[in-house]
T-cell receptor, first 115, second 113 residues
Framework: AQSVTQLGSHVSVSEGALVLLRCNYSSSVPPYLFWYVQYPNQGLQLLLK??????LVKGINGFEAEFKKSETSFHLTKPSAHMSDAAEYFCAVSVSRAGSYQLTFGKGTKLSVIP | DTEVTQTPKHLVMGMTNKKSLKCEQH?????MYWYKQKAKKPPELMFV???????INESVPSRFSPECPNSSLLNLHLHALQPEDSALYLCASSQDRLGETQYFGPGTRLLVL
């Protein structure tokens, strides 16, 4: 079964520092991978996704992620953290089931940005 | 337009009440989803509708009853809920293909007293 694992339930960075949120996947077939962000009391917003093609994916708000098949990873990075980046981040994989498609989420990583 | 709307934003109900949550999208998506999210947890899938037919029910208690009246609307009927059902309920929609982006609504914050 396809799944994702997020390493670190809570990450703290200083404003202006590099943001690195880790996600590893488990899949026997090429995966479709997503990063979503959730601000308090809001829904989930897509940051970026990997389907096929270029392994470095650029998303919104200056985030990017690199798909590394050899490491089964899809880590999310941003060169310089901003206070507005403080939120919960979810890695997810798209799976097929019962003739439909669903997302399987990681447990999430809460990002705190210290002024 | 990539908007999914949900009403109401907040709902407080007693254990004997009947209420409904509503979700709407106009992106032409043929798959729609209900999720339940507790604090500090990822969204937990409840139901999936594909082309207006229920395709996945994650063994959700019968006090939650989904309905898909047409391709743009999704309802979740609530009856005789328990306090542990208090959570953020999220609706999402997508094209019905592997790897398609799910677009989420802002959610309904439900409190069961």
């Amino acid at each position: 079964a396809q799944s994702v694992t997020q390493l670190g339930s809570h990450v703290s960075v200083s404003e202006g520092a590099l943001v690195l949120l880790r996600c590893n996947y488990s899949s026997s077939v090429p995966p479709y991978l997503f990063w979503y962000v959730q601000y308090p009391n809001q829904g989930l917003q897509l940051l970026l996704k990997y389907t096929t093609g270029a392994t470095l994916v650029k998303g919104i708000n200056g985030f990017e992620a690199e798909f590394k098949k050899s490491e089964t990873s899809f880590h999310l990075t941003k060169p310089s953290a901003h206070m507005s980046d403080a939120a919960e981040y979810f890695c997810a994989v798209s799976v097929s089931r019962a003739g439909s498609y669903q997302l399987t989420f990681g447990k999430g990583t809460k990002l705190s940005v210290i002024p | 337009d990539t908007e999914v709307t949900q009403t109401p934003k907040h709902l407080v109900m007693g254990m004997t009440n009947k209420k409904s949550l509503k979700c709407e999208q106009h992106m032409g998506h043929r798959a729609m989803y209900w999720y339940k999210q507790k604090a500090k947890k990822p969204p937990e899938l409840m139901f999936v509708y594909s082309y207006e037919k229920l395709s996945i029910n994650e063994s959700v208690p019968s006090r939650f009853s989904p309905e898909c009246p047409n391709s743009s609307l999704l309802n979740l009927h609530l009856h005789a809920l328990q306090p542990e059902d208090s959570a953020l309920y999220l609706c999402a929609s997508s094209q019905d293909r592997l790897g398609e982006t799910q677009y989420f609504g802002p959610g309904t914050r439900l409190l069961v007293l």
